[in-house]
């Protein structure tokens, strides 16, 4: 517990610069989508962020696993990626740039699983925690400068489209991770959680991203069970929450039945549409038995022509499908070793944790397990390092073993 409690000035100076560069970092990427951002300006941002986050990193890392099965898996796991990133790597100036500047699709993915080796310090959580809601702000700052693409009607505006999924993934999305560990933050940190989470079902409504539905109504609904088993009044919560659905439901069907603008138009003509058997059929066909056993590399296609408007060869190195994007990149081996992590972590906190930070975590890597199939979750993005933070916090029994009496007022402790 003292070890959990404490840090030095140096550590705690480390964790501050370290979350501080993934916050400008990812600020500066998000508002590149737009597209409407000097380049130049978002990319002086991520290189300042990059930078002083690499730094203190090296710092922080501790390359010392307690668990032996996952000190094994792990260290077979980044070696496997090291070596995706080699097969792949190319050295000229625009790939180079591409590899540092996309977050979603460069180099960096690689090594977020490094982060797994962070310490467990609650002064760390405690910032992470910070960050998740400095992202937030940021991310109702964008959602009103770009309102009118948000709002956009037009279901083939594509920009529109993406501004929606870059803004919700890269940046509000963590708030759910808030409302999961609701016992460790004050009344007005819910609420701007709950309203960050509104904001982006809302808009996920709007440009119909059915993804991001799905993966917002599963956390909302682990946040109920979570907090329903904390509860003392379950039958009250219960009932109120019956109440509660029925209403919701009601005015859902008056809205829809005079909806005149067409707000959600777009939503009810997507409804059921496919939009991943093609793809996936292109993918299928073009995959060798070696490229499905160990991938293409960091860098690798597959023969989809027709499906980009701006594809002039019919090569796409991006498919939508998260599993099947590692397996693209790195096979069935890197998929393999990831689902071997990432499961007993899960499974570990789900039932093994007598406190609700270790819960939370293994809910967020059920929802990234569940989320990799229509959404991209191995990105650079806090979504997917905090499943990194989450597996290292589901692997460790000491942790795992803290009450909430003991946690609460560390986590809740005010940073001085």
Same mark, same amino acid.
């Given at each position: 517990?003292?070890?959990?409690?404490?840090?030095?000035?140096?550590?705690?100076?480390?964790?501050?610069?370290?979350?501080?560069?993934?916050?400008?970092?990812?600020?500066?990427?998000?508002?590149?989508?737009?597209?409407?951002?000097?380049?130049?300006?978002?990319?002086?941002?991520?290189?300042?962020?990059?930078?002083?986050?690499?730094?203190?990193?090296?710092?922080?890392?501790?390359?010392?696993?307690?668990?032996?099965?996952?000190?094994?898996?792990?260290?077979?796991?980044?070696?496997?990626?090291?070596?995706?990133?080699?097969?792949?790597?190319?050295?000229?100036?625009?790939?180079?740039?591409?590899?540092?500047?996309?977050?979603?699709?460069?180099?960096?993915?690689?090594?977020?699983? +490094?982060?797994? &080796? *962070?310490?467990? @310090?609650?002064?760390?959580?405690? $910032? !992470?925690?910070?960050?998740? =809601? /400095?992202?937030? %702000?940021?991310?109702?700052?964008?959602?009103?400068?770009?309102?009118?693409?948000?709002?956009?009607?037009?279901?083939?505006?594509?920009?529109?489209?993406?501004?929606?999924?870059?803004?919700?993934?890269?940046?509000?999305?963590?708030? +759910?991770?808030? &409302? *999961?560990?609701? @016992?460790?933050?004050?009344?007005? $940190? !819910?609420?701007?959680?709950? =309203? /960050?989470?509104? %904001?982006?079902?809302?808009?996920?409504?709007?440009?119909?991203?059915?993804?991001?539905?799905?993966?917002?109504?599963?956390?909302?609904?682990?946040?109920?069970?979570?907090?329903?088993?904390?509860?003392?009044?379950?039958?009250?919560?219960?009932?109120?929450?019956?109440?509660?659905?029925?209403?919701?439901?009601?005015?859902?069907?008056?809205?829809?039945?005079?909806?005149?603008?067409?707000?959600?138009?777009?939503?009810?003509?997507?409804?059921?549409?496919?939009?991943?058997?093609?793809?996936?059929?292109?993918?299928?066909?073009?995959?060798?038995?070696?490229?499905?056993?160990?991938?293409?590399?960091?860098?690798?296609?597959?023969?989809?022509?027709?499906?980009?408007?701006?594809?002039?060869?019919?090569?796409?190195?991006?498919?939508?499908?998260?599993?099947?994007?590692?397996?693209?990149?790195?096979?069935?081996?890197?998929?393999?070793?990831?689902?071997?992590?990432?499961?007993?972590?899960?499974?570990?906190?789900?039932?093994?944790?007598?406190?609700?930070?270790?819960?939370?975590?293994?809910?967020?890597?059920?929802?990234?397990?569940?989320?990799?199939?229509?959404?991209?979750?191995?990105?650079?993005?806090?979504?997917?390092?905090?499943?990194?933070?989450?597996?290292?916090?589901?692997?460790?029994?000491?942790?795992?073993?803290?009450?909430?009496?003991?946690?609460?007022?560390?986590?809740?402790?005010?940073?001085?």
């Amino acid at each position: 517990m003292e070890r959990f409690e404490t840090t030095t000035r140096v550590q705690r100076g480390m964790i501050d610069v370290f979350w501080g560069g993934i916050a400008l970092y990812m600020a500066g990427y998000t508002i590149s989508m737009s597209q409407q951002v000097n380049y130049i300006i978002c990319q002086i941002f991520q290189v300042i962020g990059l930078s002083v986050a690499v730094l203190s990193v090296m710092g922080l890392l501790r390359f010392k696993i307690a668990n032996k099965y996952l000190q094994l898996v792990f260290t077979a796991y980044v070696c496997w990626l090291l070596m995706v990133v080699f097969r792949g790597i190319r050295t000229d100036y625009d790939s180079v740039k591409i590899m540092l500047f996309d977050a979603w699709f460069g180099v960096l993915p690689y090594f977020v699983p +490094f982060l797994l &080796l *962070l310490p467990q @310090k609650a002064y760390l959580y405690r $910032r !992470l925690f910070d960050l998740i =809601l /400095v992202l937030g %702000l940021v991310y109702i700052l964008y959602d009103f400068l770009f309102l009118k693409d948000l709002m956009n009607p037009d279901g083939s505006n594509l920009r529109s489209q993406a501004i929606v999924e870059y803004f919700s993934r890269t940046l509000g999305v963590t708030c +759910f991770f808030i &409302l *999961l560990t609701y @016992k460790y933050h004050s009344k007005k $940190r !819910l609420y701007l959680a709950v =309203l /960050v989470t509104l %904001l982006l079902i809302f808009f996920a409504l709007v440009r119909a991203r059915r993804g991001t539905l799905f993966g917002a109504g599963l956390i909302l609904l682990f946040s109920y069970f979570i907090y329903l088993s904390e509860s003392n009044h379950k039958l009250s919560v219960i009932l109120f929450s019956v109440f509660t659905a029925l209403l919701l439901a009601a005015i859902s069907v008056v809205l829809l039945d005079i909806n005149k603008i067409g707000t959600f138009d777009l939503l009810l003509e997507r409804g059921m549409e496919d939009t991943r058997t093609n793809v996936e059929i292109c993918f299928i066909n073009d995959m060798k038995f070696k490229d499905w056993l160990v991938g293409k590399g960091m860098n690798g296609e597959y023969f989809c022509p027709g499906i980009d408007q701006s594809d002039v060869t019919g090569y796409r190195d991006v498919i939508e499908t998260d599993y099947l994007q590692h397996i693209l990149k790195g096979g069935v081996v890197s998929l393999g070793l990831f689902l071997l992590i990432a499961i007993p972590a899960m499974l570990r906190g789900l039932f093994k944790s007598d406190n609700m930070l270790g819960k939370a975590a293994g809910v967020w890597i059920f929802y990234a397990l569940i989320s990799m199939y229509p959404a991209s979750v191995n990105t650079f993005t806090l979504q997917y390092i905090l499943v990194w933070v989450s597996i290292g916090v589901c692997y460790s029994n000491s942790f795992l073993k803290m009450s909430d009496e003991l946690l609460i007022p560390l986590l809740k402790k005010t940073n001085k």
